[in-house]
């Protein structure tokens, strides 16, 4: 059994990632590992045999692939792609048929003749009872305008998601038992909600005049956040480029001096009349190595994971206009996701600070290694020269101009 299960998460979780449109924010991988987990949550309170548990979690893993091919009837595609999986490692016909039979049990308006069907059901509506409903609610309408063409306004949303959760429910009693609870506190806050949406709806009526006069007033501030976004970050990285000349100044400048004191220096330590030139020379190497390593850690590039997910999208949780977010991503689901950008000001502005915010950070962390570079490298001069003119007097030896740093 643990085999046959193992085999179909797999080919689901790869048959997903490679066919499922990027358009589909809700009914996706992750709603499907929900559903199996909820199904796992019920399993665990329930007796029920071996081959039972199979056919429900293999239904469960396939019950939304149908989206690869269809929107509507999906669940019938579903169980073609489920019995080509299930074909293909020999199981017999009679359970293919009892998980095609879980499968379209999902349809919308179906009622579930068996305690399997039910389980899946209220699986598959166990978001209802969630703390996160309001985000999945979300995901669900961003999802209908992007392969429905089905924009929803926030009160029609509200109001269908009312109706949806007072006409429905739980087909089985131990999810009732564990679920209706909760989903009766979704129902009531989003019919808080609609009549907050009332109140702010009767307002927006009464001052439309005055929020016209707005809209138009909004143009000029909007060129000027943007010409203020432009000049921040232009000025960000000019002192970006700045801090780089200045690091590779101080490597350059390090790395001829490293190469005289090897040049000029270590030789001379072979013979026994210029021991006291060691120690000199060991510290002014040692400073010199110092600021080139410093010089580096202060220009070395720092570059994420590269990914992100749609739900970071829809959630507006990933910066878009940062490289190391998106440079593993293939170029369809970048372009869909700055499409989501660009239309969502928000978001963009959002994106933008963020921007902004980060380039300050890395700003802040080559000026401190570079001031600390500076600093390590005029110490090492000053000290250097000292110990030079300390070993000279020692050694009871006139230095030459040449052999001081």
């Not at 071996?50 to 989206?67: C, N, R, V, Y």
Request: positive net charge.
């Amino acid at each position: 059994m643990e085999n046959t299960i193992l085999e179909a998460e797999k080919y689901v979780i790869s048959y997903l990632n490679n066919n499922l449109d990027a358009s589909f924010v809700y009914h996706n991988l992750a709603h499907t590992q929900r559903v199996v987990d909820k199904i796992n949550e019920l399993l665990a309170e329930t007796p029920l045999s071996d081959t039972e548990k199979e056919q429900l979690l293999i239904a469960a893993w396939f019950h939304d692939t149908g989206f690869t091919k269809t929107i509507e009837n999906h669940e019938k595609e579903s169980v073609k792609i489920a019995t080509e999986f299930l074909e293909s490692h020999n199981i017999s016909k009679e359970k293919i048929d009892a998980i095609s039979a879980i499968i379209l049990a999902t349809e919308m308006d179906y009622q579930p003749k068996t305690q399997l069907e039910g389980f899946i059901r209220d699986a598959d509506c166990a978001h209802l009872s969630s703390k996160n409903y309001n985000d999945y609610a979300a995901l669900l309408r961003k999802e209908w305008e992007l392969t429905l063409g089905k924009k929803v306004s926030k009160s029609e949303w509200i109001q269908e998601n009312i109706r949806f959760l007072t006409n429905h429910t739980f087909h089985t009693d131990l999810a009732t038992k564990k679920w209706e609870k909760r989903k009766g506190k979704n129902l009531a806050s989003l019919l808080k909600n609609q009549n907050k949406v009332k109140t702010n709806t009767q307002k927006l009526k009464q001052k439309k005049a005055e929020l016209n006069f707005k809209k138009e007033k909004l143009d000029l501030p909007d060129r000027g956040i943007e010409t203020m976004f432009r000049v921040a970050l232009r000025n960000h990285i000019t002192l970006s480029d700045i801090a780089d000349t200045k690091a590779n100044i101080l490597l350059s400048v390090n790395a001829i001096i490293i190469s005289l004191v090897l040049s000029n220096l270590v030789s001379k330590l072979d013979n026994p009349t210029n021991n006291y030139l060691i120690w000199p020379t060991f510290i002014f190497a040692l400073f010199t190595v110092i600021s080139i390593v410093l010089s580096v850690i202060a220009t070395r590039p720092n570059v994420t994971s590269g990914k992100f997910t749609k739900e970071d999208v829809a959630n507006k949780k990933v910066n878009l206009l940062f490289f190391g977010n998106f440079h593993k991503m293939k170029l369809h689901e970048f372009e869909w996701a700055m499409q989501e950008m660009m239309q969502d000001k928000e978001y963009l502005y959002g994106s933008l600070t963020k921007d902004l915010y980060f380039l300050g950070l890395v700003l802040n962390r080559k000026y401190k290694i570079l001031r600390l570079t500076y600093t390590v490298f005029a110490v090492g001069i000053i000290v250097s020269v000292i110990a030079f003119a300390a070993a000279f007097q020692i050694a009871g030896v006139e230095p030459p101009i040449s052999a001081l740093p």
